[in-house]
């Protein structure tokens, strides 16, 4: 793995909880968050197990009671 690799995992990983955050704020599930991003703009990045972490984040932001 390259350190370039890493950055631009880290971009995705901060692009997701962005996406997910700004779905929950506009009221949507997070079936319906999943269904809406896309993961195209990272190359070889798929949407397998997309589903699953789009809940994950929408778990962790229940559970914080600051978000």
């Given amino acids: 793995m390259k350190w370039s690799d890493l ?3 880290q971009r995705y ?10 779905a929950r704020r506009a ?3 997070a079936d319906a968050a999943a269904a809406s991003i896309k993961t ?3 190359k070889g990045y798929t949407s397998e197990g ?10 962790e932001l229940s559970a914080t009671p600051s978000r």
């Fill in 50 to 59: 997309l589903k699953l972490a789009v809940q994950a984040i929408y778990d």
């Fill in 13 to 22: 990983t901060a692009d997701l909880l962005n996406e997910v955050q700004t």
């Fill in 7 to 9: 950055q631009e995992y």
């Fill in 40 to 42: 195209d703009k990272y």
């Fill in 27 to 29: 009221g949507k599930t």
